[in-house]
């Protein structure tokens, strides 16, 4: 059914289970004794954070954040809109914000400047996945599980027209789909 819409698989279900494990022992590592707040920027990390912080073994705090600027299709608004903001302060806290892509930028530089304007004590970004060739603004992030060619990606979180998150790997559509409907 899904799996027939796939021209490729991009990156395996396996393969992201051990990113998840290297990158959760790193932040074991980096943030032992400070209880960081780790902020799931929904809606498209949510697959990622669950599998990312359950490897963490350090006392954490979660907290969710919607924002969005794709609307529809392959292409970025320009705007990011926030949708829900976060339920904790920030204040003098220890954040990693969790995505499931940094692409153009936006999302991210819109985030970690109003992290920072909210006076976090450090402002941290994890990223499933980094495209880099897609960069229109200055943000870099400081964790990567795969940095992939300049492909519109779906799966793992990842969609086109809300649809496509729930794969439990990373692929690129056939061609044909992004004509129909899905
Ligand atoms: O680097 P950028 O070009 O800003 O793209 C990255 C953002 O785009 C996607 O979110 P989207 O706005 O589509 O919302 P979603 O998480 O609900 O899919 C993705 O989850 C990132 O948040
Ligand atoms: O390649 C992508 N796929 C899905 N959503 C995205 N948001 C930014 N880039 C992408």
Do not use: W
Not at 45 to 54: D, G, N, Y
Not at 69 to 90: A, F, N, Q
Request: a negative charge; one cysteine or more; hydrophobic letters at 40%.
């Amino acid at each position: 059914m899904l799996e027939q819409t796939i021209e490729k698989v991009l990156v395996t279900e396996a393969e992201i289970c051990a990113k998840s494990e290297e990158l959760g022992q790193i932040l074991t590592t980096a943030y032992a004794d400070k209880n960081p707040l780790m902020i799931a920027i929904l809606k498209g990390s949510i697959p990622f954070f669950a599998e990312l912080t359950k490897r963490i073994d350090a006392h954490i705090e979660m907290d969710f954040m919607v924002v969005s600027s794709y609307h529809g299709g392959t292409s970025s608004s320009g705007e990011v809109k926030m949708i829900k903001d976060l339920d904790t302060s920030v204040e003098g806290r220890d954040i990693v914000i969790v995505e499931d892509i940094i692409d153009t930028g936006r999302t991210l530089l819109y985030l970690k400047e109003l992290l920072i304007h909210r006076k976090a004590k450090s402002v941290k970004i994890v990223t499933l996945v980094d495209k880099p060739e897609g960069r229109v603004v200055d943000i870099e992030a400081d964790y990567v599980g795969f940095t992939l060619p300049n492909e519109f990606l779906v799966g793992f979180g990842l969609d086109y027209d809300e649809h496509y998150r729930n794969l439990p790997y990373i692929g690129v559509l056939k061609a044909e789909i992004y004509q129909t409907e899905v």
